[in-house]
């Protein structure tokens, strides 16, 4: 997939976790069992807006990481 036009999601240490084109899906689940789907656009390659909120990719992952929500594409 061509970086300029996808957002990459890493882990807490920088690994690729996967891609999806910019405007793409990604899904979280959870704990309590509750599952909400939200739309990613790629603001640069280490900046994505995620369900119309800004985040810094490696902080958004760290966030799903401390609150235990598991997310990936659609």
């Not at 690994?15 to 790629?42: S, T, V």
Request: net charge negative.
């Amino acid at each position: 997939m061509s970086e300029k036009g996808s957002i990459c999601f890493v882990d807490s240490r920088g690994k690729a976790l996967f891609w999806i084109p910019d405007g793409g899906m990604i899904k979280q689940c959870f704990g309590n069992g509750d599952e909400h789907y939200a739309i990613c656009r790629r603001l640069d390659h280490e900046n994505t807006e995620i369900d119309g909120r800004q985040w810094n990719n490696r902080q958004f992952v760290e966030k799903m990481e401390q609150n235990g929500i598991c997310f990936f594409p659609v």
